[in-house]
């Protein structure tokens, strides 16, 4: 998505504004439309940082319930 936002920008500032279809006006819509997709990614990957967060705080919880239900079978399995 990065890379399609600056090779969008790169063909907006070789391309004249003739050529571009709808001149300044058009060129402005495009500018701005890259910069709400530049911050939609942003804002996406920052989300999806929480969320990994989240996932690895989730797999080391059950790994440590799965430890303790271990050992408490085993201390089960022992007494009787």
Excluded: F, Y
């Amino acid at each position: 998505m990065q890379r399609a936002i600056t090779d969008l920008n790169e063909r907006l500032g070789s391309t004249p504004p003739a050529e571009a279809g709808g001149g300044p006006q058009a060129e402005g819509a495009v500018k701005e439309l890259a910069k709400g997709v530049d911050q939609l990614v942003r804002q996406m990957r920052a989300e999806q940082k929480v969320v990994r967060e989240w996932v690895d705080e989730q797999a080391a919880q059950q790994s440590e319930v799965a430890s303790v239900l271990k050992d408490l079978a085993a201390k089960v399995s022992r007494r009787g």
